[in-house]
């Protein structure tokens, strides 16, 4: 089983981000559950969701604890090392959202990678909704579900030019992601 | 496995599922307070409705007080009859709670389990689910989105049927199962399911070309027998319910019991519970057993009628039995499913040792750390109730 935590604000697609990633699981099969924490719901408020992805059965269902990976959508949430790095195994990888990827470094040495979901979102989209470039980067790093079954979620869950320029922003993502030295 | 309807797969949260499972009964009158607390249930049935795909009379009323009293007088005239809420949306039904059971109405609600104010929470707890509890109505709890949407189509077979005819309560935890995404498997459009739940045929519906009275006064001379024919008839409703769990499961695939069982046969310690904590228990339980714990997980997918006789002839011999409540009963001896299992044990002769633990209220999220510290206070013969997780 593999587990997933998204960290973002209030109105970034947080909560679409690992529904998303859990339908395009479901869609080749396997199972997999998506589990939104909800707080005051509120633009701007630090949000997180959990996705579990596994062969089997999941019966659980409390949030995850110690995630596998972590995908931090709003770059701000980097401050707060103690709500990022919490419950974090040695092998765990983060994810991160950088306007100067090739600059960055690695949280508290743990495996990282970054993308800058800001300039693709702004370019592709022209607001700052980071989550599907973010997603697509989980899928470019880990590979965990097919990026064409990602797109299949994106195509079922947005329509008609929503639905293209979100799929760009995935494959844009996906292909951009690089691991940080 | 002679599965008739054709079936996809799929993934929904547990509000979508049941707005699919209302949708494929092909109900004829949804009745809703669709603000707070209220669920996306209904806002997606009125999305049916409103693009043509649902043929069915949508009534936003005012207050949930008028949802389900617009519920009773539709179920009356003969009609399939959906309404959804959740907690303070309960409370406020609850005088018509019992009118429409009274009245042998046959509606189905669908209950996102969250908690009672004050203070104001809006997250998982069992309070609503237990306040109904002595209404007359049958209670249903899911532990997942895929049961949730089986156990709303097995509740209007249920309801509706003429050996049965009272109301059931589908219960669904709020948000841990309301909001999350799972993969279940649901018909793949109403045409299918019409074999095992075809059009309603009401009893004695209201028909203006023959009046009949509904609800008469009934003073000290007749009150009590008719309130003793209506237990007579719901605790004979268990009898029915197995038979159409068994119709489902022979139409699905999917079978279902009034409760579930994991190693209860040989365990000295068994954890009762009800809802989505189930799955969660029975992952913990697994992993106790492999370090040697003789522990087991009964929950209960029918919780009213209450399954007495299974439930005291499944944990008769037990040593240690503990009662998960999601909810506290003010004043009472211990929580309310608590006093059911008490009681149940009871009536057969046994005093089995009692825990009561009260986890998750509010939506505290019910960790394997939780689970811990339950399974840790059942080796202090002391401990009669815990408060799971709770600071202070």
């Known amino acids: 089983m593999i587990e997933v935590r998204w960290h973002g604000r209030g109105g970034q697609g947080t909560v679409t981000s690992s529904q998303l990633l859990a339908n395009a699981a479901i869609y080749e099969g396997k199972y997999a559950i998506h589990i939104p924490e909800f707080g005051p719901e509120r633009r701007g408020a630090p949000v997180r969701s959990y996705t579990r992805i596994s062969d089997e059965v999941i019966e659980i269902r409390y949030g995850v604890i110690n995630p596998d990976i972590v995908v931090v959508i709003d770059p701000t949430l980097l401050a707060y090392k103690d709500i990022i790095l919490a419950g974090l195994k040695e092998d765990s990888i983060i994810i991160f959202n950088h306007t100067d990827p090739s600059n960055a470094k690695p949280l508290e040495g743990y495996e990282s990678y970054a993308v800058d979901a800001y300039h693709i979102a702004m370019e592709i989209i022209g607001r700052p909704i980071y989550n599907t470039a973010m997603i697509g980067a989980l899928v470019g790093v880990t590979g965990i579900v097919r990026l064409e079954s990602l797109e299949e979620a994106v195509r079922k869950r947005f329509s008609g030019v929503l639905a293209d320029i979100n799929i760009k922003a995935v494959r844009r993502g996906a292909k951009e992601v690089i691991k940080v030295e | ?392």
């Not at chain 2, 609600?109 to 707890?125: D, E």
Request: charge should be negative; hydrophobic fraction near 40%; glycine fraction near 6%.
């Open chain 2, 1 to 392: 496995m002679n599965t008739i309807g054709k079936q996809v797969r799929l993934g929904l949260n547990g509000d979508e599922a049941v707005a699919y499972a209302a949708y494929h009964a092909d109900v004829d009158v949804i009745s809703a307070y669709p603000i707070t607390p209220q669920t996306i249930i209904v806002e997606r049935l009125s999305e049916f409705v409103y693009n043509g795909e649902l043929d069915a009379e949508f009534i936003a009323v005012e207050s949930e007080h008028s949802a389900l009293s617009a519920a009773v007088g539709a179920s009356l005239a003969g009609a399939r009859t959906f309404t959804a809420t959740a907690s303070q949306g309960l409370a406020l039904m609850y005088e018509i709670l019992y009118i429409a059971s009274s009245l042998r109405t046959s509606i189905v609600m669908a209950l996102g389990n969250r908690a009672f104010s004050a203070p104001i929470n809006i997250h998982c707890s069992h309070d609503d689910a237990y306040a109904a509890r002595d209404a007359g109505w049958i209670q249903f709890f899911a532990e997942n989105v895929q049961e949730a949407y089986d156990l709303t189509l097995i509740a209007f077979k249920v309801s509706e049927d003429k050996k049965v005819l009272f109301p059931s309560i589908v219960n669904l935890d709020g948000f841990i199962l309301t909001h999350s995404v799972e993969p279940l498997t649901i018909f793949e459009d109403k045409k299918e399911i019409k074999e095992f739940l075809p059009d309603r045929e009401a009893v004695n519906k209201i028909d203006p070309s023959n009046p009949i009275t509904y609800g008469p006064l009934a003073l000290p001379d007749y009150y009590m027998e008719i309130k003793k024919q209506q237990a007579e008839a719901f605790n004979s409703t268990p009898a029915r319910i197995k038979e159409v769990f068994s119709e489902y499961e022979e139409f699905s695939g999917r079978s279902y019991s009034p409760l579930k069982k994991l190693y209860v046969d040989d365990a000295d310690i068994v954890f009762v519970v009800l809802g989505s904590t189930a799955g969660t228990m029975r992952t913990m339980v697994k992993k106790w057993r492999k370090n040697g714990e003789k522990v087991g997980v009964l929950s209960l997918t029918l919780y009213r009628p209450f399954p007495s006789r299974e439930v005291a002839e499944a944990l008769k011999d037990v040593d240690t039995i503990v009662v998960m409540d999601r909810s506290y009963s003010f004043g009472s001896p211990g929580g309310q499913l608590y006093m059911d299992v008490a009681a149940a044990l009871n009536k057969y002769g046994r005093y089995n040792r009692l825990i009561n633990a009260i986890y998750g209220l509010g939506g505290r999220d019910f960790t394997p750390e939780m689970a811990e510290d339950m399974l840790h206070a059942t080796k202090d013969p002391s401990i009669r109730e815990i408060w799971v997780g709770v600071r202070g």
